[in-house]
């Protein structure tokens, strides 16, 4: 069902009228096509894999994890996932078929690493250059093959 807007949000009666708000940026308009297109695509698969009854978690976290790969254009990406009743955090590394393949799963503290930290204090975080964070746990890397960037 479709959202109906009574009152324009602030900045929004320009774009209901047919304008886009300008930016001091300069935009390409064929490369936010594109992103806006890749964005739709990825939403439909994940859509279809939650929607599907038959797939098991693995298959839905593999289809979001590519999917948001391929959306932010990065090489890598992990979604973490909670175990309330071992406390602890864990992912399923997906990447590299030659060596992610041997390694299964990864589990750690949910209080451990920068990811620990996340989920801890429920705040996002941006880090340049993970190997001078002390937060960050060199482990994961070396369990996946990976260096983190």
């Known amino acids: 069902h479709k959202m109906r807007l009574t009152q324009p949000v602030k900045g929004q009666e320009a774009k209901l009228r047919g ?16 992103k806006r297109t890749r964005q739709l695509q990825y939403s ?12 098991q978690i693995d298959s839905i976290t593999r289809i979001v ?5 391929n959306l932010i ?13 071992t406390n602890e955090l864990y992912f399923k590394p997906i990447g590299d078929p030659n060596h992610s393949a041997r390694v ?9 690493g920068v990811a620990g930290w996340v ?3 429920k705040l996002l975080l941006n880090i ?8 960050f746990n060199p482990e994961i890397d070396r369990a996946t093959g990976f260096r983190t960037r």
């Open 104 to 112: 299964k799963e990864i589990r750690f503290p949910a209080t451990s």
């Open 128 to 135: 340049k250059n993970a190997y001078h964070d002390k937060r």
């Open 19 to 34: 304008r886009q708000m300008r930016s001091s940026t300069p935009v390409d308009i064929s490369e936010a096509r594109e």
């Open 65 to 69: 994890v590519q999917s948001f790969r």
């Open 44 to 55: 439909r698969e994940i859509a279809s894999g939650n929607s599907s009854k038959g797939r």
């Open 73 to 85: 254009k990065c090489e890598r990406c992990a979604l973490f996932l909670m175990d309330e009743s």
């Open 119 to 121: 989920a801890s204090n």
